[in-house]
């Protein structure tokens, strides 16, 4: 018997009043699956965004009707979700968004573009979750530009398998500035929607296909998805991966600058390693998580930390970075965890799972609150690297556990991603490097403290020497420019100026009766012993402070560099883990 595809859910997009920000959205549910009501809900977060963001707070209006346009009451059901009643004919919902919220994971609509993120526009009939869902878009300006995380093109229709991949998409218009690239035959695509004209597109497009050769030579061969697209707004950095592509912000100026551009180059491989890593092969507690509220999990050190990791690793690969941009990179990296007091004070499982609360809601104490697991997760899976290159020097490392736990836990034969258990990656450590690797991960993830990949680094030709840079006396503080003002950011917790009473958030306003710039402050400190007393002016809200802070001797930090003693055989290891042959 020939059997029927369920029919769409449809959702008509009305651009037409973006200079007051607002965006109409009509949702259509077919009657067949509207006859005996449900539940109709707005997501209260987005995939990748481990923070509550009640999405809700922006909806202007709602109101729903049934096919002979009689209204229909929605009783509420929670913040973020209402009681459909059984309706007659289609069920019709009318939602006005407000949009003047820019970031890559919130709308945003005025006169010169439009970003639509799919968490903060759709709202789901349960009932209707699994069915294909079908967006259309009206209201545009002629001639403009729409690029969409999903099949179609022009005003739609745009094609969803199911609700999941709804959520898990975002839709660009305006005049866009594309070009693409093609990798193992997926196109992939830069779209600038951003302002300005000074945007290196072409070059963007060119970096990402080389970064996606590399990430495809690493996950075993293909391409999980049929097309990539970088959808690329005005921003300050960051960025939110979806199911087949991803949503970044930057400068307009950053595609330019040296050092800038290596950043992007990192943020453009994280992203784009996400297709695998996260987006289909995903923790279990996030295969179709429910967005209404928080969902916790143990894996952000697998999902963010070895993410971040290879964004370091894959643009060397590639031949973006040179060997010193990515031994730098790493020593960033570690000096980043060694210098952050909340890594002695939380396990990277209890960082995953309070996510939620702690690290994506930053503020001036979050250093010294918990671990952050990107960073501690990225120095985790380097540490892992490293000794698993140690234990089979013939082996490929992490690349080859993550291999592994792509093959076993990756996409199922109907494409969907089967999830993996914390035990799971256990096991997947003990086949590549055995049980005392396997106790090494259980460690580095339920023992608070700082990852140290020392032991190991020769495997790699790598070695640890003293930094030569002028020591400096310590404040302990994370302190930079703020408008001009000279902001200390965060007090280390137990650090010289935690001792001395000293606050996150107060502008340094002078030293020792001298003003200074953020960029004056390490000169300034140099000028004094080790252990000398310095004389702060501190302004803190309405109120003018000092404070006399006794220095911390200079942290005796150390750097990468290619062994002297190096053997030939781990430089040839070296090349294969580096994507370039050890220099000197
Ligand atoms: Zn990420």
Redesign the pocket.
């Known amino acids: 018997m020939a059997t029927h595809d369920p029919r769409p859910v449809a959702y008509l997009v009305d651009l037409s009043a973006r200079h007051q920000h607002l965006a109409t959205v009509t949702m259509r549910v077919p009657e067949d699956v509207a006859a005996d009501g449900g539940r109709l809900t707005v997501a209260t977060w987005t995939p990748?965004s481990y923070v509550v963001r009640d999405y809700v707070h922006h909806l202007q209006h709602v109101a729903a009707r049934d096919g002979a346009g009689r209204h229909v009451p929605l009783t509420p059901d929670g913040v973020s979700a209402w009681r459909v009643p059984p309706v007659a004919g289609e069920l019709v919902v009318e939602l006005e968004w407000y949009a003047f919220d820019a970031s890559v994971r919130t709308n945003h609509v005025d006169d010169h573009h439009a970003l639509l993120v799919g968490a903060a526009t759709f709202p789901c009939f349960e009932p209707a979750r699994d069915r294909p869902h079908h967006v259309h878009l009206t209201g545009l300006d002629h001639g403009e530009d729409v690029a969409v995380l999903l099949p179609g093109t022009g005003e739609g229709p745009y094609v969803a398998d199911d609700h999941d991949q709804l959520v898990d998409a975002a839709i660009a218009v305006g005049t866009l500035r594309t070009s693409a690239v093609d990798v193992h035959g997926v196109e992939h695509r830069v779209v600038w929607a951003g302002h300005g004209d000074g945007v290196d597109v072409r070059g963007l497009a060119d970096d990402l296909g080389r970064l996606a050769h590399a990430a495809t030579d690493l996950l075993g061969g293909s391409l999980p998805a049929p097309r990539y697209t970088v959808l690329a707004i005005d921003g300050d950095g960051g960025?939110?991966?979806h199911r087949d592509g991803c949503v970044v912000a930057f400068a307009p100026h950053a595609s330019t600058d040296p050092e800038r551009r290596r950043r992007l180059q990192s943020l453009l491989a994280?992203?784009h390693?996400?297709l695998w890593n996260?987006r289909r092969l995903t923790p279990v507690d996030l295969l179709a998580p429910p967005l209404d509220r928080p969902v916790l999990t143990p894996s952000l050190w697998i999902?963010?930390g070895w993410?971040?990791y290879y964004?370091r690793l894959l643009p060397s690969r590639a031949g973006l970075w040179s060997v010193g941009d990515l031994l730098d990179a790493l020593d960033r990296l570690r000096h980043a965890v060694d210098e952050t007091p909340g890594a002695t004070r939380q396990t990277l499982h209890d960082a995953s799972r309070t996510a939620w609360t702690k690290f994506y809601r930053r503020d001036e104490n979050t250093p010294n609150a918990g671990a952050d697991y990107?960073a501690q997760g990225a120095l985790a899976a380097f540490t892992l690297d490293v000794r698993l290159r140690s234990v089979e020097p013939d082996g490929d490392g992490l690349d080859a556990v993550l291999r592994d736990l792509w093959v076993r836990h990756g996409p199922d034969a109907a494409g969907r991603p089967r999830g993996y258990t914390e035990q799971d990656v256990l096991d997947a450590f003990a086949r590549a490097g055995g049980d005392e690797v396997a106790a090494l991960a259980e460690r580095l993830t339920t023992v608070a403290g700082a990852p140290d990949p020392r032991d190991d680094l020769a495997v790699l030709a790598l070695e640890l020497v003293a930094d030569e840079s002028p020591p400096t006396p310590r404040l302990d503080v994370l302190a930079g420019n703020d408008g001009g003002r000279l902001r200390i950011r965060t007090v280390l917790r137990g650090g010289a100026a935690w001792t001395a009473g000293v606050s996150g958030g107060d502008e340094l306003l002078a030293v020792d009766g001298e003003t200074l710039t953020a960029e004056e402050l390490p000169t300034v400190l140099r000028r004094h012993g080790p252990d000398a007393a310095v004389r702060l002016t501190l302004r803190r809200g309405p109120r003018v402070l000092e404070r006399e802070v006794r220095l911390a001797p200079p942290r005796p930090r150390t750097r990468l560099r290619i062994a002297r003693d190096a053997g030939v055989f781990a430089r040839e290891r070296f090349a294969r883990w580096s994507g370039q042959p050890a220099p000197g």
Request: charge should be negative; hydrophobic fraction near 25%; aromatic fraction near 6%.
């Open positions: 990748g960025g939110l991966e994280h992203e390693l996400h996260v999902a963010e993410t971040s964004d990107y």
